[in-house]
């Protein structure tokens, strides 16, 4: 359980990025936060990674409070995260050697940080190319190796800022594939999006808005809460959803896919 409370956080300008945030994630939930440009999206995940220290509020990832500088090494064992571009996450020339770097840092032997990378490395389909050239990886082969090294720390948190922002067609489709995967394996995931349309990934959606909480609310109820999406762009499937909504089409959406919401739309139309 993660339990975030009166979190706010203020930059140096005097600006305030976040303001009493107030918010509780289950285990194995999958939710996604999304918000124009500035609504602190994107400082909400970088607070709760660890990466920003704040001063107002508490975030506890069950009995661990990540303001508790002494549990550095513990939160950094409990908590990954992975950004829009993978190339700021890669810094050495083969794949094992960038996932090894993170792993000797944790203190684990060398039997352990193989076996865990092998591990991740499968979980994203890329163990073929375990002894690759990093500069010979397209970006979506390095973003993938991005999530794998997160995996391979085994977090109990992971978080996603954007991943996908950067991506092709087919190179975001894996990453919704990982997803899916890593959901039915028990981890909690936090996604960070401007993509409308990834919100059918996630158990739950928040909207923030300014640095605060605007709304949040289960796919299931996705449709009484179309009104909350329309300052944001309303492309794909979502739009095909208030369309058929309006026309008073019954959708179910509760565990629906992106993909299993298409081809049951397709069946309908």
Known sequence: MITIKDLSYKYKTGDFSLSNINLEIKDNEFVTIIGQNGSGK???????????KFKKGQILI???DLSDKKKALEIRKQVAIVFQNPETQIIFDKVYDDMAFGLKNLGFSSEEINNRIDEALKQVNMFDLKNAYTTELSLGQKQRIAIASSLAIHPKVLIL???????????????????????????????????????????????????????????????????YLKDFE??????????????????????????ELANKLNKKV
């Open 234 to 259: 309303f492309p794909g499937i979502i739009s095909l959803i208030s369309t058929l909504h309006e026309q008073g089409l019954d959708i179910n959406l509760e565990d629906l896919s992106i993909h």
């Open 62 to 64: 069950d009995d661990l």
């Open 42 to 52: 994107s400082t909400f995940s970088k607070l709760l990674s660890g990466l920003v």
């Open 161 to 227: 800022d954007e991943p996908t922002t950067m991506l092709d067609p087919t190179s975001k489709k894996q990453v919704y594939e990982i997803l899916r995967n890593l959901k039915q394996k028990g981890i909690t995931i936090i996604y960070i999006t401007n993509f409308i349309d990834e919100i059918l990934l996630s158990d739950r959606t928040i909207i923030f808005e300014k640095g605060q909480q605007k709304r949040d609310f289960y796919k299931k109820d996705l449709l009484f809460n179309l009104e």
